[in-house]
C-alpha cells in the first residue's frame, strides 16, 4: 500500500495545504498551518454501517486495574495510583524535575517486577544511569531506550511486551511519517496520538513528559490535554526546592488534587504534612499567613505586601501570584471603606514560596498585608487572617474553615481573624471581623 501523504491543516479555518504556508489564503491567519495525517477518505460502504447502540444497563462496568506506586503524594494527585492502560502528562518548565520523578517512579515499578521502557530524546543511556545512580535506583527491569524516533519506541513495546513506557520528553521525539521536525505542534500532537492509541490497544500505561515554558510555548502539552487520560503539571520554587504535583485533567480521579514534594539530591521526597510554603520566622511588617486550599488539602502560604510613596505620576500595583485586578479592587475597597488614603502609594503584593493563589479566602489576608506595610505594624506569627472581602467592604465566610484551622494550628498559629465567630475545638483566638472597617479597628 502507498504511504499516505502529510498535509497542512490551518488550524484557524480547516483549510488544507500540501505544503507549508506562513500566511492562510482562505481565513488570513498567520503561522496557522500545521501539519496532519489526512483523514481516510469516507467509502461508502462506511457511510452505510450498521451500528447497533447498547442499551446501559446490559453493559458490563469496567473494573479499573490500578498500581499504587507507593510515593503518596503522588498516588493522591492520580486518585490512588496508575490505572492501566491509561496516558499520564506530566508538563512542566525545565529543569523542576520532571525526568527525577518518572525515574523514581519507574525504579519503584521496576522494582516490583514490572516490564518498563524508559524512553529519552534527551539524555544519553548514561545520563539517565548517573541519575539512577543518584536517586538510588537498582533495578534490571527497567530498559533504557536513547531515541528521537516514535516508530523505534513502539516497536520497541510491541516487540518486548513492555508493561509500561515513558517518553522524556515529547518535544524531543518523532514520527518519521511527518516530515516535520520534533517539537512542532503537527509532531507532538501525532506522537501523542500514536502513543495513546498503543497504549488502548495493547494496555500500556504512558507516561509522557512534555516541556512547558515561562512564555506558554506553542507547542507545549496544552495542545495535548484532551487526548490524554491524566495532566499533571509541575510548579514550584526552585530557590526553595519546593515542588508542586498539581492535577488538572483526570478521567480516574480528582481533579485539582496536589502533592507535595522537595527536590533533594536523592531525588523528590515526600512532604505529606503540607508545611508552611515559603516562610520565614521573621515578622517584619507586611508578612501574613493565610491556610489557602490546593484540592481537598489546606497549605499555609505566606503573603508579602510593601507600601511605599509613589515617584511617578501614576501609582504602582504589582502582585506575584495573585489577580492585580483583584489586588487593586481590594485596594479600593481599603480606601474608600476603610478610610486608608493609598492613592499617593505604590503597592506590591508578593505570594512567597513561588505559589499561585487563586481564591477569594484570602482576601482578607490581603488587606492585611497591605495596611501592616502601609502603618508599618508587624503582625504577629501567629496570626492567620481569612475571609472574602465584597466591594461593599463586608466580609464573608469560605468554605473549608475548619480544614484551614486546623492546618494553621499544626504552625502554631493561636490567633485567626474571621468573617464570624465559629465553633473550633482546637486552642484559638476568634476575632471576628464584620467589614473592613471594624476589622481596621480591631487589627
Ligand atoms: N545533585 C543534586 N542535588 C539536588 N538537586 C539536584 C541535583 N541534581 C539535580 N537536581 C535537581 O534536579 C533538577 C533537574 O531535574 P530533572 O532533570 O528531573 O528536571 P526536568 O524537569 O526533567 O528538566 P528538563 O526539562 O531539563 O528535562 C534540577 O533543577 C535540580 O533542582
Ligand atoms: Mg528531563
Known sequence: MAKKKSVYICQSCGSVSPKWIGKCPECGAWSSYVEEMPQDEITSSAKIRDVQPL?????RGLEVDRTVTGIGELDQVLGGGFVKGSVVLVGGEPGIGKSTIMLQVAGILGT??????YASGEESPSQIKMRAERLGIETDKLSILATNSLEDILTAADRDKFEYIVADSVQTIASEELSSAPGTVGQVKHVTYRMVEAAKQKGITTLIVGQVTKDGYIAGPKVLEHLVDT???FEGDYSRGIRIL???KNRFGPTNEVGLFEMSSQGLLECPDGGLLGSTKSDAPGKVLVPVMEGTRAFLVELQSLVTPTYFQFSRRNANGFDTNRLNMLIAVLD?????NLGASDIYLNIAGGIK???TSA??????AIVSSFREKPVRTDTVFIGEVGLTGETRNVANIKNRLTEAVKF???RAYLPEKIDFDGKLDIIPVKNISDFLDKF
Not at 442499551?55 to 453493559?59: A, N, Q
Not at 516490583?112 to 521502557?117: Q, S, T, V
Not at 474608600?336 to 486608608?340: A, E, P, Q, S, T
Open 412 to 414: 502554631g498559629i493561636k
Open 231 to 233: 495532566v499533571l503539571y
Open 246 to 248: 498539581r492535577s488538572v
Open 55 to 59: 442499551l446501559l444497563g446490559s453493559i
Open 357 to 359: 493563589i487563586t481564591e
Open 363 to 368: 482576601d482578607l489576608a490581603v488587606c492585611a
Open 336 to 340: 474608600k471603606k476603610g478610610g486608608l
Open 112 to 117: 516490583r517486577g514490572a516490564k518498563i521502557l
